[in-house]
């Protein structure tokens, strides 16, 4: 479960720390308040999309920490060690942590190990699910019903859709291939034209690896070529040859030798200054050597400073149209060389790639088959959990059946109908009343039925994904009296196995939570900041009674919201001993 949610310079919230417990924990406050600001604060921590827009206003950067502790064996444990971010002395407990700045940095910490968005999503969706403000409204689009079942088809469903997933990405990249080389003749002899072109155009050039360097080396000798020989002829007279009237230093230095030699028989301190002496002059004698290596280096062999100068032009204008250096230069040429190869023996590639496309079509096709009958035995299933559901939440009437395109009866109307989720188009059709007929959702359902229908499919998935923390940020738009209640029950029911937070305006609901946290925006002068107030007994009272009636409470108000916490909790008993 989600236990501690760490928010600081986020919107109107400066510093807050948000205590979580088990069960229904309910978030409630006026309109404004800042409820949705901590729904916010959460899908920051679970790497959903960053907006600098949230970092408070004055401030230069924003932060979130949400600390989460897991059930013994759960998945995201095994996930945690398989990646080397769970913590060996505490494996149960995770902290997820993120913040984002004015510049654009992103950082997301996964146990305070550095992680990049994406991987904290994929641990973050073993961890909550998050039910937004307008997510019903999904429900509206047909293409978004198939994901919907297959969330709830089971464990062996997904590893055979993974399995087909890799087949149709490989079947797709083969019909790709196969699509681009049958190009037109007139098209193809257009495409040789070019890559034989480039390929003059580069093989001309002679290029081999490392030239750009040398000949850079070579330009800055040519430019400084006086320079360096004068250099090198100073420090050969200087130390080796003298002049009419000095010694080289060489001589100079084979004297101070010989003669501090004559002393170690006077005197043995001497020995030790000598064989320094020693080595400095056989260094020096070395360094004659390079010195004449370096001259002889140098030589010209009639290469002059315009040439260079060309050839690196030449280089240059090969860069620009092939690659950034020589090396990828070449490995350009390499990949054009094969290509120009398959379009000269063009009809031998093709009859390869229809054969390799036709045999990955045929495991495509047994697969999204397979799939298909999964998917009509999974949606029996559903459709019957998905009733009972309902029916807790007051549409005892309703039916509602899932219905699938017809598949294709032919391989090429097949292979057009293909997708990464297989062959099927998925669609939920409703009857509300009795005597209605089956529609689809979009064209006949309410909003507050939307709202039930995805309260009961987040039921079904919650037990399918094991997931141990569900947020509901508004759920009960569109709803009231009966069905709010009803709706508050079911909510009440899904806590008794895992957390489950709720952002709600509606006392009945508000009532049944094991845990109340009171959300309020508060002005200090120019100042405007958010609060949190987890509510004991009394102040839950004065709540619901404001949730109730509003700014003005009576005494009456009080009482009826005693009785609906008293009813509450005797409900919240009964609901949690049935399961």
């Known amino acids: ?137 999904s429900l509206l689009s047909a293409a978004r019903h198939r994901a919907f079942l297959d969330r709830v088809a089971g464990d062996d469903f997904l590893q055979e859709l993974s399995e087909y997933r890799r087949i149709f990405s490989t079947w797709r990249e083969v019909r790709k291939a196969l699509d681009s080389s049958r190009l037109s003749e007139q098209e193809k002899a257009r495409r040789i034209e070019m890559l034989r072109f480039q390929l003059d155009d580069i093989h001309s050039a002679q290029l081999t690896a490392g030239e750009e360097e040398q000949l850079a080396e070579r330009r800055s000798y040519l430019q400084n070529r006086e320079q360096i020989m004068q250099t090198l002829a100073f420090a050969r007279q200087a130390l080796f040859e003298g002049g009419e009237d000095a010694q080289s230093a060489l001589d100079i230095l084979g004297e101070v030798q010989s003669a501090i030699g004559g002393m170690t028989r006077i005197h043995q301190p001497f020995e030790a200054l000598h064989a320094k002496l020693s080595e400095v002059y056989y260094a020096l004698e070395d360094i004659d050597g390079d010195l004449h290596a370096l001259d002889s280096g140098w030589e010209d062999a009639g290469e002059s400073l315009d040439s260079v100068e060309e050839r690196l032009n030449q280089i240059y204008k090969l860069k620009r149209k092939y690659g950034s250096s020589i090396e990828e230069i070449l490995a350009y040429a390499e990949s054009i060389e094969q290509e120009y190869a398959e379009l000269q023996d063009s009809e031998a590639h093709i009859e390869q790639l229809v ?43 309703l039916e509602i059946k899932t219905v699938f395109a017809p598949l294709p009866q032919d391989d090429e109307t097949f292979r057009d109908r293909l997708q990464s989720s297989g062959i099927d188009q998925v669609e939920f059709l409703i009857s509300p009343n009795p005597g209605q007929p089956l529609m689809p959702l979009a064209k006949i359902a309410s909003g507050g039925e939307l709202s039930r229908i995805m309260l009961a499919i987040k039921n079904i998935s919650a037990t399918a994904d094991d997931i141990p923390c569900m947020i509901f940020d508004e759920i009960d738009t569109g709803i009231s009296g009966r069905i709010a209640q009803a709706v508050g029950e079911k909510m009440c029911r899904l806590a008794s196995d895992r957390q489950v937070i709720s952002v709600t305006h509606l006392s009945q609901i508000a009532a049944l939570g094991d845990e109340h946290l009171l959300v309020r925006k508060t002005e200090n002068g120019e100042d405007t900041t958010v609060e949190l107030t987890p509510l004991d007994d009394e102040a839950r009272i004065l709540e619901i009674a404001r949730m109730n009636a509003g700014a003005q409470i009576t005494k009456i108000d009080l009482e009826h919201a005693r009785a609906i916490l008293r009813q509450a909790q005797t409900i919240r008993k009964k609901l949690r001993q049935r399961v």
């Open 355 to 397: 054969n390799e496309e036709s045999t990955l079509f045929q495991a495509a096709k047994e697969k999204a088959l397979a799939l298909h009958e999964k998917r009509m035995h999974a949606a029996q299933s559903f459709e019957a959990a998905l009733k009972g559901h309902l029916q807790d939440l007051g549409m005892q009437k």
């Open 1 to 137: 479960m989600l236990y501690r949610l760490t928010i600081h310079n986020i919107a109107l919230i400066e510093n807050l720390e948000v205590p979580f417990g088990p069960g229904l924990n309910i978030l409630s406050g006026e309109t404004g308040a800042g409820k949705s600001i901590i729904i916010d604060a959460v899908n920051l921590a679970l790497g959903e999309r960053a907006d600098r827009g949230l970092i408070r206003y004055g401030t230069q950067r924003a932060q979130v920490e949400a600390a989460f502790a897991l059930p013994k064996g759960h998945a995201a444990i095994h996930h945690l060690q398989e990646q080397g971010y769970d913590d060996p002395d505490d494996p149960e407990n995770v902290i997820l942590s993120r913040d984002i700045t004015l510049a654009g940095k992103n950082i997301c910490r996964i146990n305070g190990h550095l992680v990049s968005v994406s991987q904290l999503k994929q641990l973050s969706a073993l961890l909550v699910d998050i039910h937004g403000q307008h997510e019903h409204q």
